[in-house]
């Protein structure tokens, strides 16, 4: 059996920032001629990995070896020195410049002065085509192709440096189908040309098709290293929430009352999707209902979301509210159609910082109202003082500014701020993230008593738990698609939901 020698080690990273430790002893292992999978829920710290490895940041303790040499990066020009280049989810290009501009940008030929560009064409055309197996006009501006291959391009400016470790963060998020296989394709090419690559992606069926080891991460800690193949997937997704299989058997007692078998729909969505974001999905949620949104970080949930606010246009399909048919292209136009929504995103979608409790609170009835129709401060105040009261939210004074607030009670008031618009479907994305139990539950407690009375929910949540106690059908998305619905009966258990999200069919 032959005996490999890795080409990249990582051993006992940590890395602390204030008052926080971001990896705690990380290992990572690299072999040449393979695609290593960088696993992990978000704040697992894979991320925070990749920028210690690429010299973005320093680390406290551990070591890193390079080809049996022990190195110490202090930035990313030292890292693609090294031959360690990364291409991000965004591509981090010129768009404005030609192809050829960003492939040698910063390291342009030279001949008797000035640029060889008869001979920058001429190789990078040559590495496009040798390598990626990509034949374009490299003089014609970047922003003329499509994402996918600005992805390329992206890869092409790595292996110009001579790259030994490729890291590919989600690479394939805003590519469909064919252009994902388009990238597989050079990938394996590559991975037989000898480079070790990493990729980062929420995407199993992806993980499970294109990678032949797996490191996890959760919450800063290495779980372990896998052979991809030799994973269950029910298994990995277990290792990387942190929830033993046995464990995810026992189904929670649940005191919410079960539903009537016909309720009234208020919103029905046919066929939406939008290219890079989400298939085309089906969705019926009827007034007084709550329905959780599940799936693994990147499966579409957010993406649903959005599309059904207008915070992102729908290219395909239609909505109905009431059995009658909307357009909704805008937030505005949501609003309009008495829909809210809580964006996951509570520090830049959400809050705003500097203004206070009450002006946050009072936002979307101002939209809603029209910005030149004024709303007395005696109002507002009143407003704001019945909605602390309701949400319990403390400091209970409405002129303190938000940004002084925990992150419950901002999230308490971006809640207030919605419920003011008294909305008949509410999007809550993620709205428990990173807030105290205490906090949870009174949320939580708030949208079983709005269905009580007749309002209808739709819930992101990446804890599993919660949906099952808090929704009464839950959708279940994986890879950007809709794959299942359930009724949320006594028998549901995190488990079945888990299964669906692996890939499996409930037993």
Not at 100 to 105: A, D, P
Not at 227 to 235: A, C, D, P, W
Request: glycine share 6%; hydrophobic share 40%; net charge neutral.
């Amino acid at each position: 059996m032959e005996i490999r020698e890795p080409i990249l080690v990582m051993e006992g990273i940590t890395k602390e920032f204030p008052g926080v430790r971001a990896l705690s002893k990380v290992h990572l292992t690299l072999y040449p001629g393979e695609v290593h999978a960088l696993m992990g829920e978000n704040g697992a710290g894979k991320s925070t990995l990749i920028k210690v490895l690429t010299g973005v940041y320093s680390f406290d303790e551990g070591s890193i070896q390079l080809e049996g040499k022990s190195i110490k990066v202090s930035n990313p020009f030292e890292a693609q020195d090294l031959g360690i280049s990364t291409v991000y989810q965004e591509v981090n290009l010129c768009t404005n410049l030609s192809v050829v501009e960003n492939i040698f940008i910063g390291r342009e030929l030279m001949k008797r002065g000035r640029i060889d560009w008869k001979e920058m064409n001429r190789q990078a055309k040559e590495l496009l085509k040798s390598r990626l197996n990509l034949d374009i006009d490299v003089t014609k501006l970047l922003s003329t192709y499509s994402v996918a291959i600005q992805q390329m391009i992206a890869i092409a400016r790595a292996l110009n440096v001579s790259a030994k470790v490729l890291i590919l963060d989600e690479p394939t998020s805003s590519l469909d189908q064919n252009e994902v296989q388009q990238l597989f394709s050079v990938m394996r090419k590559l991975k037989e040309e000898g480079l070790a690559i990493v990729f980062v992606s929420h995407f199993l069926d992806q993980i499970y098709e294109i990678t032949d080891r797996l490191t996890v991460l959760r919450n800063g800690t290495w779980v372990g290293e896998y052979v991809t193949k030799e994973m269950e997937r029910l298994e990995l997704i277990s290792k990387m929430i942190g929830k033993d299989l046995e464990e995810l058997k026992e189904n929670k007692n649940r005191s919410k009352q079960e539903r009537e078998q016909e309720k009234e729909c208020l919103f029905q969505g046919k066929n939406v999707s939008k290219k890079g974001h989400i298939e085309p999905f089906d969705l019926t949620i009827s007034k007084g209902e709550i329905v959780g949104l599940a799936g693994l970080l990147g499966s579409g949930r957010s993406e649903l979301a959005r599309l059904l606010f207008g915070a992102d246009k729908a290219e395909t399909g239609e909505m109905f509210l009431n059995e009658k048919k909307i357009s909704i292209h805008s937030p505005r136009q949501a609003i309009k159609n008495k829909i809210a929504f809580c964006s996951e995103n509570r520090k830049l979608e959400g809050i705003i910082a500097d203004l206070t409790i009450r002006e946050n609170m009072i936002l979307a009835m101002q939209g809603v109202e029209g910005w030149f129709k004024f709303i007395s401060r005696k109002k507002q105040i009143e407003i704001a003082d019945e909605y602390i009261k309701l949400l319990n939210i403390n400091p209970p004074n409405p002129e303190q500014l938000i940004k002084n607030l925990s992150g419950g009670n901002q999230q308490k008031v971006l809640l207030a701020r919605w419920l003011i618009t008294n909305p008949d479907l509410l999007i809550l994305d993620e709205p428990t993230r990173g807030i105290d139990i205490g906090a949870k539950a009174e949320i939580q407690k708030l949208m079983i008593t709005l269905s009580e009375e007749g309002k209808s929910i739709l819930f992101v949540s990446s804890e599993l738990e919660e949906v099952i106690r808090t929704c009464h059908k839950i959708a279940v998305l994986r890879d950007r698609k809709k794959v299942s619905e359930m009724n949320n009966q006594k028998q549901l258990s995190q488990q079945d939901i888990m299964k669906v999200m692996a890939g499996g069919n409930m037993s």
